[in-house]
């Protein structure tokens, strides 16, 4: 059973940064991709960023607004978010993804889309909260 372990959540203040750091174990297949989303109190789950594993791709969603940055370490099984300049609208849970390097997977991603939506993923974190305060 895979597991997502996310970390690096904290109360900060607006301009602050964090990195948020995510470890993924517990492996059946490669990883095809991670990726970071945030859901703030009330709202609907939003997508961050999010990067293919092999391969150069990475996609942000527009919370990032360039000032959020995700990276990896393949070698740790570990996905990164930095983030800076953060501000209270920034305040969320923030929940790793991870989806497998199956054959239905490489189908459905042909569709860019799924890089960017829940159903683009098999496993999730249990989340870290990030409060910004003005």
């Known amino acids: 059973q895979v597991q997502l372990v996310e970390s690096g959540g904290g109360l900060v203040h607006t301009g602050d940064s964090l990195r948020l750091s995510c470890t993924a174990s517990g492996r059946h297949f490669r990883i095809y991709a991670m990726a970071w989303f945030r859901q703030a109190p009330g709202k609907g789950r939003e997508f961050v960023a999010a990067?293919?594993?092999?391969?150069?791709?990475?996609f942000y969603g527009d919370s990032a607004n360039g000032r959020f940055t995700i990276s990896k370490d393949n070698g740790m099984n570990t996905v990164f978010l930095e983030m800076n300049n953060l501000n209270p609208e920034d305040t969320a849970v923030y929940y790793c993804?991870?989806?497998?390097?199956?054959?239905?997977?490489?189908?459905?991603?042909?569709?860019?889309?799924?890089?960017?939506?829940?159903?683009?993923?098999?496993?999730w974190g249990q989340g870290t909260q990030v409060t910004v305060s003005s």
């Open positions: 993804a991870e989806s497998e390097a199956t054959a239905d997977r490489y189908a459905y991603n042909k569709d860019l889309r799924y890089f960017r939506i829940p159903d683009g993923y098999d496993y």
């Open positions: 990067l293919r594993w092999n391969g150069e791709r990475i």
